[in-house]
């Protein structure tokens, strides 16, 4: 389904599709720059510390802050034993004790209150949390050195990441304020209420790539390919889907009783669109038949690198052999379903030598390859993180509520191009490129 904006956008792609009310007018907020550390150690299977950070400003101080669709909270480093030489200021601003848990860390702090920006719009008496203490929540000078996100253990150790930045959909905040952009889009009711993230991939090997951008009161048609295809939200807690199956090439991976297994008490499909985690998650049974599956295409690699207990020298394999996997998410109607391609190069990723893999220290020698597809317990459904995220732009739409997908644009290699020179189809490739450049024109 295509969700038709308002004409005042100048950079929007614009549908005939009638089947969804229109978007507000809207005044344009800056697009902030992201900025790409993925976690080079990778320290766990499924870990959630594949990071991009973005300024917010908190009472006129700006930190870089991880952005999490997953999670509801603003939270910053509070106090200089965090390792962050930048950190928020406890006043008599700050009161309540808070502890939050993630996937992969915590943090214990005070609830305070003060001004939040974010680009040039600013939210008044906002509660967020101040850290006191935490576990693989920052990446500062001084992060202790056992820590999974310690510059030492990230590819890119020089950029700093102080807190979180919170972009969840109807989650009850126990700090007191809903998700920052709830509450910006509440004090500027100009703003149409989408926001949508260009998350780059960083090639480590090879020190390039990665930033992006976050688009907030507007949808840019330029960081994308084609027409935003949306589906609905499902009513939980977060920018949740329904997907509907998983291929691992022609192979299926999802039991045929999934929707009773894999969602809440009260059958709510429970597939998070999270940019707070490093890879795709499935259910544990889809994880066990999708790895089966890409096993069989390499099976010279040991076990252990399959259960993501082991990495593999760069030159073990060619994983361009790996068949893709495709995700099916239900549409707003029969016709209407999605799939959402994540090629070889998100389900492993290439470690340099110089960073943990997993948990094996650097070593000289070759890069190493990283099992990245990831399991969670049955009952959560699945997780689609930076792996969906690093392949397409993803559009988020308060009202209906929908999220969007379209082929990501503006970051160099994705899936599009690289199925076409994998399979030696120049005359594709400028056939996509000319439907690119005509919707390109019709803007």
């Not at 020698?365 to 399991?375: I, M, P, S, T, V």
Request: net charge negative; hydrophobic share 45%; aromatic share 8%.
């Amino acid at each position: 389904m295509v969700l038709p904006l308002a004409p005042a956008f100048r950079l929007m792609l614009v549908s005939a599709c009638l089947a969804s009310p229109p978007l507000p007018q809207s005044q344009q907020l800056r697009s902030l720059a992201l900025r790409k550390h993925r976690a080079g150690a990778l320290a766990v299977a499924g870990d959630e510390m594949d990071d991009y950070s973005v300024l917010v400003g908190i009472d006129g101080v700006d930190y870089h802050l991880n952005v999490d669709t997953g999670s509801a909270l603003v939270g910053v480093a509070g106090n200089a034993s965090i390792g962050c030489e930048r950190h928020y200021a406890m006043g008599d601003r700050c009161g309540a004790d808070i502890a939050v848990s993630y996937g992969s860390g915590f943090w214990t702090g005070r609830v305070c209150e003060g001004t939040v920006s974010l680009g040039p719009f600013a939210v008044d008496d906002y509660k967020f949390g101040a850290y006191e203490r935490q576990r693989a929540m920052t990446t500062c000078a001084h992060t202790p050195v056992d820590d999974p996100t310690a510059p030492g253990r990230m590819t890119r150790p020089d950029l700093a990441m102080e807190g979180i930045l919170g972009l969840s959909f109807q989650q009850k905040v126990n700090a007191g304020s809903p998700p920052l952009l709830e509450a910006l889009f509440a004090a500027h009711g100009d703003a149409a209420r989408v926001f949508g993230l260009q998350c780059c991939g960083y090639d480590a090997a090879r020190r390039r790539g990665g930033g992006g951008s976050l688009d907030v009161g507007v949808l840019d048609e330029s960081k994308h390919y084609g027409e935003l295809r949306w589906v609905p939200v499902t009513p939980s807690a977060y920018w949740s889907v329904w997907m509907t199956s998983a291929r691992v090439g022609g192979s299926e991976a999802l039991p045929p009783d999934v929707a009773a297994v894999d969602a809440y008490g009260d059958g709510t499909p429970q597939t998070i669109v999270d940019s707070g985690t490093s890879g795709v998650l499935l259910p544990a049974r889809a994880f066990d038949a999708a790895t089966a599956s890409l096993a069989a295409a390499a099976p010279a690699l040991p076990a252990a690198f399959w259960a993501g207990a082991a990495c593999v020298p760069e030159s073990a394999f060619d994983p361009s052999a790996l068949p893709p996997l495709t995700l099916t998410l239900a549409g707003a109607g029969p016709g209407d379903a999605l799939d959402l391609v994540v090629p070889w190069r998100r389900l492993v990723v290439l470690v340099p030598a110089s960073q943990y893999c997993l948990e094996s220290p650097p070593r000289g020698g070759e890069d190493r390859w990283a099992y990245a597809l990831g399991a969670v317990d049955e009952g959560r459904n699945a997780i689609l993180g930076q792996a969906l995220f690093e392949e397409y732009y993803v559009a988020h739409a308060y009202d209906g509520p929908w999220i969007g997908f379209a082929p990501i644009r503006g970051c160099g290699p994705t899936a599009i191009f690289e199925a076409l020179e994998d399979h030696a189809a120049p005359v594709a490739l400028a056939v996509v490129a000319f439907v690119a450049f005509f919707a390109a024109a019709l803007a």
